[in-house]
């Protein structure tokens, strides 16, 4: 996808017709992914911030709720 060449620091996953990024981002960062976003013109549908202990959806772990 060309698009995501736009966010080297983020892993992505197609979960139906949506692209899930994931990836750890200091506050630079994210605003930098947030103004590329807007730059593209694709809807954000949500930002979740995860604890660093947690699974993580990169590493393929499932969180449980």
Known sequence: MGMLSAFPAMAW????????????????GLHGALAEIEALGLDLLEVRRLDPEASSPERGDTCSP
């Open 13 to 28: 996953k197609r979960q139906g017709p949506e692209t899930v990024l994931t990836g750890m981002l200091d506050r630079p």
